[in-house]
C-alpha cells in the first residue's frame, strides 16, 4: 500500500459524502487506503459513512469521544501504507494537496511535510489571533520552527508516524514531537477552505489545554532521558538557600539573639525541605525513565541509517 489517509471524524455527517468524492478525485493515481476513525460521533456520521465509503476505506469506531490526538493515534495504528497522510473531516483541508506533499517529500528526502494553511478561512478574533499568539509562542520556547501548528494536514513516513507516541491532545505538538524523534521536516503552503456543513469543535477554552500541554513538550523535549537535570538543579539550589538562611540564623543564635520568631527560619526550614523533596523526585524520575526503557525493550537512540559493512 503506497499511502494511508488517516481522517479523525466527529459529528461531521454533512461532510463526508463531498470528502469521498474529493479523495476519489485527488487520489485518482495514488494506490491509496481512507482510514476514518469516528470518535464518538452522537450523529448520523456512522450511517453516511457506511452508505458512501468505498471498497478501500475503513471505518473504526470508538467506544466513546476520546479527542482528536487519540483518534488520530488509532487510525495510524491501523495505517498500512508506506506513507500517512492526516488531515480533518470538516472539507477544510484539501485532499488535492497530498499529491504535491508527497513529491515535496520524496524531492527533498524529507521524513515528515508539514501543512501551512494560506489564506485561512477561519474567524479573526476567536481563531487567527489566538493561533497566531499561540504559535509563535510554542515556537520560539521549543525552537522548532513551524509557522502552523495547526495544520492537520501532513505527510509522513510510516515509521515516523507510528512512533510520535500521541496521546492526550499532542496532535498541536506533533512537529515537537517530530523533532523528539529526530526526523527532517519542512513545510509547504497548502489551501484551507470555509466550513460548509456542521460546526467547529475548536473553543477558546482550549487555550489552557494548550498551555498545560505546553509546559509538559518542554519538559518532555529536554529533560526526557535526564530528569535529574532539572530537579536536582532546582533540588540544590533551594537545599543551598535552606542551608544558607538556616546557618545565618544559627550563628546569629549563637551570639545570643532570638530568631524564634524570624520569618527567615520559616523560610530556611521550607526551603531545606524543598530541596530535599526535589532531588528525591529527581531519584525517582530516574528510574521511572529506566524501567520505561528496559521492560520494553526500547532503547534511548533511533538509528536512521547505518553505512558500510560490520
Known amino acids: 500500500m503506497k499511502l494511508s489517509v488517516v481522517i479523525p471524524v466527529m459529528n461531521e455527517a454533512e461532510n463526508i459524502k463531498h470528502l469521498f468524492a474529493s479523495l476519489a478525485l485527488s487520489l485518482v493515481d495514488i494506490e491509496h487506503e481512507i482510514i476514518l476513525v469516528d470518535d464518538g460521533s452522537t450523529d448520523n456520521t456512522v450511517d453516511e459513512i457506511r452508505t458512501y465509503a468505498p471498497a478501500n476505506a475503513q471505518l473504526v469506531i470508538l467506544n466513546k469521544n476520546y479527542g482528536q490526538t487519540t483518534a488520530m493515534a488509532a487510525g495510524i495504528d491501523h495505517a498500512r501504507g508506506e506513507l500517512i497522510a492526516t488531515m480533518d473531516g470538516d472539507l477544510q483541508n484539501d485532499p488535492s494537496d497530498i499529491p504535491m506533499m508527497i513529491h515535496f517529500l520524496h524531492d527533498h528526502d524529507l521524513d515528515v511535510v508539514a501543512g501551512r494553511r494560506t489564506g485561512r478561512q477561519d474567524g479573526m478574533f476567536l481563531r487567527k489571533i489566538p493561533s497566531r499568539i499561540a504559535n509563535a509562542l510554542i515556537r520560539n520556547l ?57 460546526t467547529s469543535k475548536y473553543s477558546v477554552g482550549r487555550t489552557c489545554k494548550v498551555l498545560s500541554d505546553l509546559l509538559f513538550m518542554l519538559f518532555f523535549q529536554k529533560y526526557s532521558q535526564k530528569p535529574m537535570h532539572l530537579f536536582g538543579t532546582l ?69 536512521k541509517k547505518i553505512v558500510g559493512k560490520p
Open 142 to 198: 521549543t525552537n522548532v520552527h513551524i509557522h502552523d501548528y495547526g495544520c492537520t494536514l501532513k505527510v509522513f513516513k510510516k515509521d515516523v508516524a507510528k512512533n510520535l507516541g500521541l496521546y492526550g491532545e499532542l496532535h498541536r505538538f506533533i512537529p515537537v514531537l517530530v523533532q523528539l524523534y529526530g526526523a527532517d521536516m519542512k513545510e509547504v503552503d497548502v489551501q484551507h477552505h470555509p466550513r460548509k456543513f456542521g
Open 235 to 303: 533540588g540544590f539550589f533551594s537545599l543551598f538557600i535552606g542551608v544558607a538562611l538556616n546557618m545565618y540564623l544559627l550563628a546569629l543564635k549563637i551570639m545570643g539573639h532570638e530568631i524564634g520568631g524570624r520569618p527567615l527560619l520559616s523560610l530556611g526550614i521550607i526551603m531545606t525541605f524543598i530541596g530535599i523533596q526535589l532531588i528525591t523526585t529527581g531519584f525517582i524520575a530516574e528510574f521511572i525513565m529506566r524501567t520505561y526503557y528496559e521492560s520494553q525493550n526500547k532503547k534511548p537512540y533511533i538509528i
